[in-house]
């Protein structure tokens, strides 16, 4: 999926979805080159692809409405917001 070559302070990224690119900050190693965020790890990166960058969000209440990338922020949502209707 990915290649990751380090030279010095250099990191070089390859993906064939072209989701990745070069950077020299080596304190977040990957970097999204649809906006300015930018993770220590590849996974990080893959789940801000899948759930944030250019996405819709997926999770919607189904009290109020309100719209989520994750799951868990709607859960914790409705855990503070809405206690009365969890069982």
Same mark, same amino acid.
């Given at each position: 999926?990915?290649?990751?070559?380090?030279?010095?302070?250099?990191?070089?990224?390859?993906?064939?979805?072209?989701?990745?690119?070069?950077?020299?900050? !080596? /304190? @977040?190693? &990957?970097? %999204?080159?649809? =906006?300015? *965020?930018?993770?220590?790890? #590849?996974? $990080?990166?893959?789940? +801000?692809?899948?759930?944030?960058?250019? !996405? /819709? @969000?997926? &999770?919607? %209440?189904?009290? =109020?409405? *309100?719209?989520?990338?994750? #799951?868990? $922020?709607?859960?914790? +949502?409705?855990?503070?917001?809405?206690?009365?209707?969890?069982?």
């Amino acid at each position: 999926d990915s290649i990751v070559r380090s030279a010095a302070n250099l990191i070089v990224t390859n993906s064939s979805a072209g989701n990745f690119t070069e950077i020299i900050d !080596q /304190e @977040k190693l &990957f970097a %999204c080159i649809m =906006c300015d *965020r930018s993770y220590k790890n #590849k996974s $990080s990166l893959k789940t +801000h692809l899948r759930f944030e960058c250019g !996405q /819709e @969000k997926q &999770f919607k %209440c189904n009290v =109020c409405q *309100r719209e989520f990338n994750y #799951k868990h $922020s709607l859960r914790r +949502h409705v855990f503070n917001i809405h206690k009365e209707f969890l069982d």
